[in-house]
T-cell receptor
Framework: GEDVEQSLFLSVREGDSSVINCTYT??????LYWYKQEPGAGLQLLTY?????DMKQDQRLTVLLNKKDKHLSLRIADTQTGDSAIYFC????????????FGRGTSLIVHP | ETGVTQTPRHLVMGMTNKKSLKCEQH?????MYWYKQSAKKPLELMFV???????ENNSVPSRFSPECPNSSHLFLHLHTLQPEDSALYLC?????????????FGPGTRLLVL
């Protein structure tokens, strides 16, 4: 299996909450990231969490980290059509590496 | 200009052409990266430079030739490419190569090889 796994698609109704999930394999990961990629654009850093934290909140975004299960999630409250994009989970620090490992990305589709 | 910029944003080239992609970062960072993003594949790291010195070459074919003249600029020289090289090429930078530093990405160059 891959080091960082995400489901490929998520469809939500506008105004609902979206939860994008990610699992990783290496328990020594120290930093975990969420990036957003809009069509035709590069990856935009949304937020990150250090491995000694369980939760981080930033406006409509909530990141939850379950180190025991090696599970990371990104919750977007009050999802808007502008949130439609591909969301990438990434981890860094396993084995001391400075190079992040990215998941394949989850396409979030927001419909009216 | 702010952040990481890339030019051109779109490029169409024949297999016998030679072209170059340019990346510039305005963040005062010392490390720069080239990634390849193909449809339905994970993001692939190609090259890493730190203080102008190449530190990673992820088994990239020699038809891709990187150049880093200073910490703010990174080029990817392309020659005799194949159609399967068509992809989005992303540049990124970080303060340095320590694990706590975050990567910031440019908008990418969409390359089509005919």
């Amino acid at each position: 299996g891959e080091d960082v796994e995400q489901s490929l698609f998520l469809s939500v109704r506008e105004g609902d909450s979206s939860v994008i999930n990610c699992t990783y394999t290496d328990s020594s990961s120290t930093y975990l990231y969420w990036y957003k990629q809009e069509p035709g654009a590069g990856l935009q850093l949304l937020t990150y969490i250090f491995s000694n934290m369980d939760m981080k909140q930033d406006q409509r975004l909530t990141v939850l980290l379950n180190k025991k299960d090696k599970h990371l999630s990104l919750r977007i409250a009050d999802t808007q059509t502008g949130d439609s994009a591909i969301y990438f989970c990434a981890e860094k620090g396993s084995g001391g590496s400075y190079i992040p490992t990215f998941g394949r990305g989850t396409s979030l589709i927001v419909h009216p | 200009e702010t952040g990481v910029t890339q030019t051109p944003r779109h490029l169409v080239m024949g297999m016998t052409n030679k072209k170059s992609l340019k990346c510039e970062q305005h963040l005062g960072h010392n490390a720069m990266y080239w990634y390849k993003q193909s449809a339905k594949k994970p993001l692939e790291l190609m090259f890493v430079y730190n203080f102008k010195e190449q530190t990673e070459n992820n088994s990239v074919p020699s038809r891709f030739s990187p150049e880093c003249p200073n910490s703010s600029h990174l080029f990817l020289h392309l020659h005799t490419l194949q159609p399967e090289d068509s992809a989005l090429y992303l540049c990124a930078s970080s303060q340095d190569l320590t694990v706590q530093e975050t990567q910031y990405f440019g908008p990418g160059t969409r390359l089509l090889v005919l």
